[in-house]
């Protein structure tokens, strides 16, 4: 269908010269109100085959598109004097142990910052002896369109305060795109805006001994997201997407492994290798600049 309403059934696709053939013109009784132009849009609104067609007079393979990314290796090392290790303090029967689980969660919150923020290098990208290999995020600063980051939904507030249409604007383009959103990612601040999209319409009465409100949840014609706090996101920075398109690729898990001893000392690594897999960026939107305060 065309975009003036004109029903074209086709018979020939020319891939290489971007061409339809078509057995007539305003099938079905239909008619076209204005001459098509280039440009327009071209609906296609089913399939229909001639009885008893051939096979093989028409047979396309279509490539799927794909989106790289880079694995990110995260480690970090302990070292523990002997005499230290046997030393228990404030109920800590080994420093070792103590200090690995300190490593630990340093480690989760820097592979979720990566997970945000990360953006693979800009020299050989999938490292060197000179520079790291480095993942793209899911609103890192990449420049091309190759890497997992969202690029096609992206507002800037330029400062401004989050509003509710901004919200609804981009899950309706989220929905247009083939999506279904159902997460909002935001930070202490933006999340204080959500909740006060109440406000006008919170009613007290005298007795009323509390008073407050929270929104965990946005409902739309375009879909119902969860509204989920994230420290680890900048004070500026809104995520919408459909976490069914998200994950965390753990191409090696976390481990610790021991470290031969040099030294005097009980010596450990912890070690992973992940990445951000983001299967469809057109099913998510990120919202920008806008006001912290």
Excluded: W
């Amino acid at each position: 269908m065309t975009a003036d309403g004109e029903i074209c059934i086709v018979s020939d696709v020319d891939e290489s010269g971007n061409t339809i053939d078509v057995y007539g013109r305003g099938d079905c009784g239909s008619t076209e109100s204005n001459a098509n132009s280039n440009g327009d849009a071209i609906y296609i609104i089913g399939s229909a085959q001639l009885e008893g067609y051939t096979y093989g007079n028409d047979i396309r393979f279509y490539t799927k598109p794909s989106k790289v990314n880079y694995t990110q290796i995260f480690s970090d090392t302990i070292s523990v004097s002997e005499s230290y290790e046997l030393i228990p303090k404030y109920g800590i029967p080994k420093e070792s142990q103590h200090q690995l689980k300190m490593k630990q969660l340093r480690l989760a919150k820097l592979l979720e910052r990566a997970v945000l923020y990360g953006n693979p290098n800009t020299g050989t990208l999938e490292g060197s002896a000179t520079q790291p290999r480095t993942m793209g995020g899911i609103i890192g600063k990449g420049s091309t369109a190759t890497y997992p980051n969202i690029q096609t939904n992206t507002t800037s507030l330029s400062s401004a305060e989050l509003t509710e249409s901004n919200l609804k604007a981009e899950m309706q383009a989220i929905y247009d795109a083939g999506g279904d959103p159902n997460t909002i990612i935001v930070n202490s601040f933006d999340k204080g805006i959500i909740s006060d999209f109440l406000t006008p319409y919170r009613r007290a009465n005298l007795d009323d001994k509390k008073y407050g409100g929270v929104v965990s949840k946005y409902e739309t014609d375009f879909g119902v997201c969860d509204i989920v706090l994230n420290r680890y996101m900048l004070q500026s920075d809104v995520i919408i997407m459909d976490k069914s398109m998200f994950k965390i690729g753990a191409y090696r898990p976390f481990k610790v492994k021991d470290l031969p001893q040099t030294t005097d000392n009980v010596k450990m690594e912890i070690i992973g290798e992940y990445s951000c897999m983001l299967h469809n960026e057109e099913h998510a939107a990120y919202i920008y600049l806008t006001s912290t305060s």
